[in-house]
């Protein structure tokens, strides 16, 4: 009884019981909604849904990067875990760009060349086929010169899980099999810039990818 009197006196009611709801973003207040440029720097560690959305759209991946003498491998930028994402690292000197389908389908494009010491530019673009939770091309450039190119044939539609984006390191379960977590990057990141090129979708489409994002959030409950 003490507690509902002290509720009602401080404002706490009504309460919300609500759970795959209240994690729905686009039921709440954004800082992301409609911007189109992001850019983020060595260290950053946020939630997915408070993180650029690259799902369901074409995109590019620019990380600004120093390679320093004896070459350095980690991540530059990383978002989901184990259930699925995707990430971009550095591997015995070459850039790889991998995405994880459920744990279950593993697509993995690498570049033809290591990074020799020195500034360079990572750039990964993303050719999105349309649709939801479709597939698309991904292609690797290293200071604007291709080194690889190849084909995610599915994405996901809804919301990786619970685990976040991350620049310099892949905190918390990794999204690949290549490397254990967090596999920070030995050398320096300046920045990692990300656009994406969002697709006109009806509102059955929106339903599509709520339903599927919340049933990602029912299964963490």
Known sequence: MTFWIEAKKY??????????????PSLRPSLIAGRTD??????????EPSAVNTKNTS??????????QGRADGVLVAEGGVPGGYTLYI?????????NYFAHERYKITS????????????VEFKYDGGIGKGGTASIFINDKKVAEGRIDKTFGG???????????????PVSEAYEPPFAYAGTIKTVKINIQPLALNASEQQSIRDAEREVLLGME
Request: hydrophobic share 35%; charged share 25%.
């Open 112 to 123: 033809s060349q290591a990074r020799s010491p020195g500034p360079a530019v990572i750039r």
């Open 59 to 68: 995109h590019t991946i620019i990380a600004t990067i120093e390679v320093p």
């Open 91 to 99: 591997k015995d000197g070459k850039p790889v760009y991998e995405y």
């Open 38 to 47: 992001f850019i983020y720097y060595a260290g950053t560690r946020i939630p």
């Open 159 to 173: 919301r990786f899980g619970a685990e976040s984006f991350d620049v310099g390191m892949d905190n918390g379960s």
């Open 11 to 24: 404002d706490v009611l009504p309460l919300d019981d609500r759970f795959s709801e209240r994690g729905d």
